[in-house]
């Protein structure tokens, strides 16, 4: 096997990983600017990753079907939390969504305290491992981020707040498990804010700008030895910025 062969059969699972997260986070991200609720997907994949490391805890197979459960029923729990908090307290909603968030990082900080690869693992949770994405469970994946994308442009307003969140907490459970909860985030509100300007055509040009980020940081990973996920958000970070200075806003039709 060649070098090329090899760095090809590494790298494209991982493209392929970031772009199905692409594919359901930038409509969903849309949605979460439009509400004002910007830090609510890192509460909650903080709180997904906080239900993996309990599992682990308890000595489940990190990639078990008990984990899993783990991680999806902390993730509906705190986005339920959180939509009930948002009915009533809506007014502080972004300053209670930073509070779940400080306090499952640091519940997760404190039950890996005593683990001796609990540093490890926390970085494992926070920045990915996407250079080692698993293609048969893309597949897997893949089907869950379909269904979710059938419901949400199917259903859209219909949902209801409800519905959001628990859809929202499905994507997040999955993808953190994936890319980490740095590229969940940045996923999610790089190419909403990049593309805020755009009445038409904001979709693709969303969906394009997490494209490139995902494709050029894996490329710049893949020459430089540098770690992916962090070059992949700041590829997508930047590019997101100069497209937002280059756009200029819309007269609606």
Known sequence: MTLDTAAFNIVWPALLAGLLVTA?????????????????????????????????????EPQGAAVQVAALGAALGGALLLNWTDKRWPEVQEAVIGVSFIVAANAAILLLATNPHGAENLKDLLVGQILWADPARLGLIALLYAAILAAWFGLGERLGRVGFYVLFACVVTASVQLVGVYLVFTTLIVPALATRRLVRGRLAVSYLLGAVGYAVGLGISLFSDLPPGPLIVCTMAVTGFALFLILRPQAPT
């Open 24 to 60: 359901t986070h930038v409509p969903l991200g849309i949605q979460v600017l439009k509400r004002g609720i910007v830090f609510i997907d890192l509460a909650v994949a903080q709180i997904a990753g906080l239900g993996v490391i309990v599992a682990d805890r308890f000595g489940f």
